[in-house]
């Protein structure tokens, strides 16, 4: 017994000292290996823990509301078309390949904050069953400790995750736990890359003819596949829209669920049916909307020539459409009464209610009709810009 003690013992400290070198000697470089594996971590989680006023509009996606170096984001777009950048600034929370499993770890922290509006991006080719990007499996560190009661009743283990992991997931809050995931996440990817492996083989074969053309058919008919994925109420990710939806909302949240564009065009007919996806996003808009969100389906509302891959990820004119489509809608649930104050038809209502404009009063009487063009004129010059225009219907 004591052999095996003794045996037990060298082995953890041979491996602890393994560690500390290499935590030392490659750290740095371990941990930007790291930080590469697991980017959601520079672009959602550093800018959330940050963040200390309270954003309007938070956006929560993937990589398709991301710039990528000459193709834009559209959501500084939908800012802009708002016309109040400086009234409504908006807060992108965004990794390529994030879903609702990954929303869910951060709608506490969202909701935190007290945004007016969260718009969450719904990308159809992101509702595996199950498997799908186990690396956000970290995000779940976010999560409260009045959460996780919820978050066992969900299907947590789609993604490989356990109770015990949830756990010890919180560890990553710290500075520490981070930097140390960080950096042997990393140290354990350059071990697998390392170029000494090549002495066991060559890691790729040479290609042969036609290859590169059948390989790229492959992915594409694998992309097109992976969007007409089946799913229903009962399906993971749907239960994550359900649960991350509901826990917004329940805080006073406005919730806009976006189902993002993708070129539908291009899917030959056994991965495209438009029925069977309207039949699918209207099963999702039930779950939306019973949870107190709203959602719009906006997959089929951008040509191919809007895209510039197979996947989902727009253009510069595609990122432009897409904040025409979707400031409408942002519009609409920001500014609920501003919009019935412009409303057409005013005007009209309020006459038949018998609450006629003082102008319109005024110039029923001759002697003001005669000098009304005058009134106006007076009135434009000496009143000050700042005080706006005002209703001389």
């Not at 939806?245 to 406005?254: D, H, M, P």
């Not at 996806?277 to 808009?285: D, K, T």
Request: aromatic share 8%; charged share 25%.
């Amino acid at each position: 017994m004591r052999r095996v003690a003794l045996i037990v013992g060298t082995f953890l400290v041979l491996a602890g000292a393994a560690g500390v070198v290499t935590y030392r000697d490659g750290g740095k470089a371990a941990r930007g290996m790291g930080l590469a594996m697991y980017q959601h971590r520079h672009t959602a989680i550093a800018p959330l823990r940050a963040l200390r006023a309270t954003p309007p509009v938070v956006w929560v996606g993937d990589s398709t509301i991301m710039a990528v170096g000459e193709y834009p984001s559209y959501v500084p777009m939908v800012q802009a078309q708002l016309r109040a950048p400086a009234r409504v600034p908006s807060f992108s929370l965004e990794g390529a390949g994030m879903d609702f499993y990954a929303y869910w770890s951060l709608a506490g922290r969202i909701a935190a904050l007290r945004p007016t509006l969260v718009v969450l991006i719904a990308n159809l080719r992101n509702f595996a069953a199950e498997g799908g990007v186990p690396g956000f499996n970290d995000l779940t560190a976010e999560i409260g400790l009045a959460d996780l009661p919820r978050t066992l009743a969900l299907p947590y283990y789609m993604r490989g995750m356990t109770a015990p992991r949830l756990l010890l997931a919180r560890a990553l809050r710290t500075e520490l736990g981070e930097d140390l995931f960080l950096t042997f996440e990393g140290a354990r990817r350059n071990v697998q890359d390392a170029r000494a492996w090549d002495v066991l083989g060559p890691a790729a074969r040479p290609e042969v003819p036609g290859e590169l053309f059948t390989r790229f058919m492959a992915m594409t008919d694998r992309i097109q596949a992976e969007f007409d994925r089946p799913f229903g109420r009962d399906s993971p990710v749907v239960r994550y829209v359900g649960a991350t939806v509901s826990r917004l909302a329940r805080e006073g949240i406005t919730v806009l669920v976006v189902v993002t564009p993708f070129p539908w065009e291009l899917a030959v007919p056994k991965h495209y049916d438009e029925g069977r996806f309207r039949a699918r996003i209207g099963m999702l808009r039930s779950v939306v909307e019973e949870r107190g969100g709203r959602l719009v389906d906006l997959h089929r509302a951008l040509p191919k020539q809007f895209f510039r891959d197979t996947d989902c990820h727009f253009t510069a004119a595609g990122a432009a459409e897409m904040a025409k489509l979707v400031t409408p809608e942002v519009r609409r649930l920001l500014f609920p009464h501003d919009r019935a104050r412009r409303r057409p038809g005013r005007l009209a209502e309020r006459r038949a209610a018998g609450a006629e404009p003082a102008a319109a009063a005024a110039r029923r009487c001759p002697r003001v009709a005669a000098m009304w063009p005058v009134i106006v004129e007076n009135f434009r010059r000496v009143t000050p810009r700042s005080q706006g225009r005002a209703d001389w219907s």
